[in-house]
């Protein structure tokens, strides 16, 4: 019943910014975390970042630490990656997730979304 859906990806050169989000529906939230994964062609998913719904407390893969900020709205049920100093190898399938902790472990979240392309060029 769980449903997610992202949006706000695009083309940017290197160094732009973009911000996704991740609207939440169909289900509760609370005590609960979502978060972010990336794919780029002929590799496995990478974790990015996620953040608890309820308190905010938030992880960040070493490789976007300092660039990319999770956040997130509660009202709204939505959750945002801001995506500065974007590089080439940002290039990516962003997909949602939702789960029943803050991981950086994929086995951990039980709802995707349908991803949003991300495209850095140089």
């Known amino acids: 019943q769980v449903q997610l859906a992202e949006s706000g990806g695009g083309l940017v050169q290197a160094g732009g910014s973009l911000r996704l989000s991740c609207v939440f529906s169909g289900g509760a939230v609370d005590n609960h975390a979502m978060g972010w994964f990336r794919q780029a062609p002929g590799k496995d998913r990478e974790f990015v970042a996620a953040i608890t719904v309820s308190v905010g407390l938030t992880l960040h893969a070493d490789a976007v630490k300092g660039r990319f900020t999770i956040s997130r709205d509660k009202a709204k049920k939505t959750i945002y990656l801001q995506m500065d100093s974007l590089k080439p190898e940002d290039t990516a399938v962003y997909y949602c997730?939702?789960?029943?902790?803050?991981?950086?472990?994929?086995?951990?979240?039980?709802?995707w979304g349908q991803g949003t392309q991300v495209t850095v060029s140089s």
């Open positions: 997730v939702s789960g029943a902790r803050r991981s950086y472990l994929e086995s951990e979240y039980d709802d």
